[in-house]
Structures are given as structure tokens and as C-alpha cells.
């Protein structure tokens, strides 16, 4: 028997997401999903597809038919209506590649993955364990204090000091621009949103173009050695284009998502009522099974969109070319499928690869290495401290945003 096929419009709706409070909770929302009678891919009020099975998002990550949005989908929308200039976001955009296409998405991402590789990240462990330890002198002394803007955000603007070159007080308004930028990831931006938001792109763009060239002629920026006049240009299909300004644009997510990356990862410790005293193995290795729990629990991406390029039929659903499918990667890492006690804090698993913290398929986050290395550093430093937390304000999760994150963290630490 032939089964019928199904239109977008036919399968069930998340009317969820159209709340201005998604994502507040998204560990409920996820047991939510995971306990209803239809399991399978979802509609969104806007004819778009929302993918959140495990198996599933495998699927469509890896999917011929299914890549990135084309940048002027991406873009649509990021402009005021009254302007006559460009917007600063798609500046950006246009630069990341993020919005490269094959084929000349992947040439690109091998050069900068070279850049951002564990061993060209790992040459600069021992000046991350010395800056990190200043942040935890100075914040033990500090009493209440936020997580993420004094001690998250401090780190990686050393790190990008530290490798890249970028100055201290550059790198600090570099994470305030590019906070505003993200704004336009919210699920439903407001016209102003989107003015300071492209506003800030431009700001951010400009420094960047301005200090990593500078950085590099006076050799300050030891992690950019791989790019040589060989690699100074990228083709990018419809233009050459410079790396280290594809570089600058693709550090959007350095300069905002390794942050609240750091805070989830330590609030999810904390939450399951772990402390980096005195773990039941080795510093390291606790700090990696941290990391690894933390990051499948607390992701900072918990959705975004991508592209159907053509039509394909997938699940018994006909889906047209030119259609947004939201991969759920927060839901994909809590499957009761794959993961036994899904959502119970759990240093030892199976099933790791699985994990979508990062994304899936072809378009994996570049910046993995680092969020990886500066985390374990992090939870790694404060295990030979015997630091304890305590949490002094009840967090609460960003809402109607495609990132999951905590806006301040509010702790006091301590010696045990």
C-alpha cells in the first residue's frame, strides 16, 4: 500500500514557538515533545518546518537538499525600510562563512578550520591557565559577581588578545557590539532591534578589518600565521574575498556565543549540584566529562534555520524548495531515543557523538575548538583552586531567541 503523501500544512503545528516566552524553558518544552503521540517533524505558523528528533535532524544535517539559508534569505528583513544604507548585519553575514555555498564553502572552512584547529588553539594553554587564574583572584575578592559579563567575557577577551591580537579594551567593546548584533537572531526582532543591530555589525566589522591586519604586520597575532599571501583571498563565488575579513565576520560567534557558552556550561554544573572541589577523578578529567555533560544540556544554539534548495520528500512530507527547516539541536541532545534519563545531569554517557552542540552535517560551528578548550581551561583551573559556587540571583533563560542563554549569572565563589 502506498503511503499518501503528506503536505507541509498536514503535519501537526508547534504553536509554541510563536510565544513571545520560548525559550525561557526549554527543558520543559523538550519533555513535552518527547511524551506526545506524534513524533515527527512539526509546522511553524510561517509554513517553515521545525526538526527536533535525534535521528532526524541526523538526517536532514547531512541531507543533499538541505544547506545553509542563500544570503539574501538570510538577510531579508535586517534593513529599515527608510534607509538607504547597507545593513550592517548582512555586512557581516556576507563576510562569515556562514553564508558560503558549496562549492566554495568548503575550501574556505578547511583554511579556517586550520586557524582554529585543537593544536593551533592548545599553543596557548599555558597563558589561558594564567589569565583565567587572574579572573578567579580578582572575582574571589569581588563577593557577588556576574558569571558571564566578569568572568566569561574577561576570559575570551583575553584569548583573542592572546592569539589574534586584539587589544583589551577593542576586544571588550567588540563583545558589547556584538551582543546588540545577535538581537537579530531573536525569533521576532522589533524595527529597532534591527536598526541597532545592524549599527553594531558595522562596528564591529570595522574594528575587526581595522585591528587583525594591524595585529599580524606587527606580528601579534600568532594564531593567523597559517594565513600566508598564498590564502590572503578566498574565492567566494561571487567575489575574492579577503580572509581576514572572512575571518572577522565569521568571529561574530567568538566574540558573543563562547561566552554564555562557558556560563551554561558552569550553571549546569552547579544546577546538578557539582562542584569543582573535589571531583571523583582526575582535574582533567573531570573537567572534560563537565564539559561534555554541560554542552549536551545547556547548548547555546538551541535552533536555527536552514534551506531546502530543491524539493525533496522526507518522512512521508513533501517539502518544496525554498523552505526554512529549523533544526532543534537542543532537543536532538535530550532524545529518550539515545539518551537514557535524558534529561538527569550524567558525567559518564554513551552516545556522545550524537550530541548536537555544535550543529550537525556539513556546517558545524568553526569555533568548536575553541568554546572546547576554553571551557575544560576554565572548569580545569577551578578544580586546582577548590572553588565553590554559590548562586546569588535565580538565572533566568533569554526569551524568544534562537540561543539559549543566560543574560547575567549572578554567583559568589569561594575557596572550600
Known sequence: MTETLREISDIPLLHEFDDPEWGTDLASTAKDLFSRDYQGLLRLSDGSVFVYRNSQLADLSRHPAVGHQPIGVMTSGLRHPDSLSESGVARLLHASIFSWMPPQ?????????????????????????????????????????????????????????????????????????????????????????????????????????????????????????DIQESNRYLDRGDQEMDTYKAFAGSLIDGYHTSSPFITNMVYSMVEAGLQPTIPDRSPMEFATAVY???????????????????????????????????????????????????????????????????????????GRNVAQIMSEMTVLELTKRSIEFEVAEEPKWAAGSMFHELPSYKVKMARS
Open 105 to 225: 564553502h568548503r575550501p574556505a572552512k578547511q583554511l579556517l578550520n586550520k586557524v582554529l584547529s585543537p593544536k593551533n588553539v592548545g599553543k596557548f594553554r599555558e597563558e589561558i591557565s594564567a589569565f583565567l587564574n587572574e579572573l578567579i583572584d580578582k572575582n574571589l575578592e569581588e563577593g557577588i559577581f556576574d558569571f558571564r559579563k566578569d568572568f566569561a567575557r574577561m576570559a575570551m577577551v583575553h584569548f583573542w588578545a592572546t592569539s589574534i591580537g586584539v587589544p583589551l579594551d577593542v576586544g571588550e567593546q567588540l563583545f558589547a557590539e556584538a551582543e546588540k548584533v545577535q538581537t537579530s537572531f531573536l525569533i521576532a526582532p522589533t524595527m529597532e532591534q534591527t536598526v541597532v543591530a545592524n549599527k553594531s555589525a558595522h562596528v564591529f566589522m570595522d574594528l575587526l578589518e581595522e585591528a587583525i591586519p594591524r595585529a599580524v604586520i606587527e606580528e601579534r597575532a600568532p594564531m593567523l600565521e
Open 292 to 366: 561534555q555533560e554541560s554542552s549536551r544540556l545547556h547548548p547555546v544554539v538551541a535552533s536555527m534555520p536552514r534551506y531546502s534548495s530543491e524539493e525533496f520528500v522526507y518522512d512521508g512530507v513533501r517539502i518544496p524548495a525554498g523552505v526554512d527547516i529549523h533544526m532543534g539541536w537542543f532537543f536532538g541532545s535530550r532524545d529518550p531515543e539515545v539518551f537514557a534519563d535524558p534529561h538527569e545531569y550524567q558525567l559518564d554517557r554513551s552516545n556522545r557523538v550524537k550530541q548536537f552542540t555544535y550543529g550537525g552535517g556539513h556546517y558545524v560551528c568553526l
